[in-house]
């Protein structure tokens, strides 16, 4: 798309729509200022609109709906410039913006809610001009709805254009540190439709695809292609609202009889590897603790600040059911894909949440909803990723400390020290992953701890090699070198001559270099009478 104005034509004469279009937002406003108690909520909600926070965020929705790809925001000369490269307006969009307490959006993914997104453009000042290769109008703060038409000479690229004269400094460094926290999160583009890059003045987001995500409706994204650092966007199938929702939907969109038809399905998207925000496309106020972000048409309070609670909401339980739902059987088709590597299959518990499911606040309260709807998903299904790559009911599984698979392998390690003898919980699986596998009571573990209280009750095997052997020397180190540690020697940690067991310091002697036995057999005749230091591991040692 252009950043600047290219082709010079003359909008003389507006479309045949314009003039009925006006004459009834003009009718209106007649209306209303002959009866202030009836202007007063249009007033109230107007003013409730009023953010420099969100203007980019609803002009972008609407250039999404016009099919753009990518779009530009600028300040200019102190005036707010917005410019994308989506279709020119129809009779029913332009009448949209022209009228002020619903939306003709019926299909719930975007945010044109009450048919206020436009209006959220006088937060910066009292006149808003819109330029499309058919439109010249502008728009006045006391009759917000009716449009002008501009008979002037304007240079357009085919573009559609907005722009607002900011009205002081302080609103200008307000939208500008709205656009700051675009360039910082830039999050929400991924669930626009079609809008993948940004520029915000000299600086761009730019989303690129990396391709097929390892689940169906998954895809691996990369943000100014970082590729190194990839998020996973995963989108659910279209489900139809339930009555209740849909008539909670009807009375917050105020719609009038002639717009009682019903609303298409609606899908749900969760993006792995962002934080725990809700989003409605646009980014609300509502952080939660689970570990993804979740996009979905929630009912939004009025000032469209965060969601309306869930316990009053049916629409909003119904959606957080289903991100719940959705998380769920991602990570377990993930689990599942026998052909991909264990490594691949392990960051599939990157989708478990793990929230307070007794938290009184609005964002406890949604995670909590996410979550109990996830654990009814997995509910009886075999989920702990082995070693070997095979998935095990819950507490089927051990988890233990990976370094313990760099002393002995995997199988002989839950033989040694595991009484159940279960198989190991796959050691890919980050330790963050398995800190919420055993909240969620689903695996059991073992620790340091008790593979030192392991180490002071029984002789284990000797590790394969002097290195193996230097790994477990390694991994204790920390908690038998200090001042505390008074029981070092009762350790059986090390090697014995004619020995395949480790024994603690206490039990064994060491020969000196001098008095070393030449033979095999006169190691033998000392073993049944001394337990000796094996040699070669001291050797190893130097």
Known sequence: MSAGRQIETILADPPDYFRSIQERATKRWDQLEADPELAGPWHQLFKQVQ??????????????????????????NDRFVFEHNGEDFIEAHFASICRFGYSNKRALHTIGF??????????????????TPTLAVAFERARFTEPHWIDSRYQTSGTTRVEVAIANPLLRREVEKNLDEWLKSPVSLLFFKKIRRLRIGDSEVHWQSLGPGPIAESEWMALD???????????????????????????????????????????VE???????????????????????????????????????????????????????????????????????????RADAYGLLPDVDREATTLEGACGAIVELAFDAAIEDRPMLLTEEGRLVDAKAAITVPRPVFDIWPADQAMALLDAKSRPALCQHVSAKNRTKLVHWGLVEEFSKSDLLERLRSNHLPRPATWRHLLNLWAYIAPEVTGWQCHDTDG??????????????????????EKKLLQSEEDWEFLASHLIVLNQNWTRFLA
């Open 51 to 76: 953010s420099p926070r969100h203007i980019l965020s609803e002009l972008l929705q609407n250039a999404d709906d016009a099919g753009a790809s990518e779009a530009r925001v600028s300040i200019e």
């Open 114 to 131: 009450r048919g206020i997104g436009f209006k959220s453009t006088f937060s910066l000042g009292d006149r808003v001009e819109l330029f």
């Open 225 to 267: 292609e970082k590729a190194d650092d990839p998020f996973l966007l995963v989108r659910s199938g279209e489900e139809a609202f339930p009555a209740e929702a849909l008539d909670e939907i009807r009375k917050e969109r105020m719609l009038g009889a002639e717009d009682s038809g019903d609303f298409p399905p609606c899908r």
């Open 270 to 344: 969760i993006v792995l590897g962002a934080k725990g925000r809700l989003y409605v496309v646009l980014p609300t106020g509502v952080e939660t603790t689970l570990p993804f972000a979740c996009n979905a048409p929630f009912i939004q309070d009025p000032a469209r600040l965060k969601i309306k609670d869930p316990e009053t909401s049916p629409t909003n339980r119904w959606l957080l059911n289903r991100a719940g739902e959705l998380a769920a059987s991602a990570m377990m088709e993930w689990l599942e894909q026998t052909k991909t590597s264990a490594r691949d």
């Open 491 to 512: 350790l059986r940690i090390v090697p014995v001559q004619g020995k395949e067991v480790l024994y603690a310091a206490s039990e064994i002697v060491r020969l000196g």
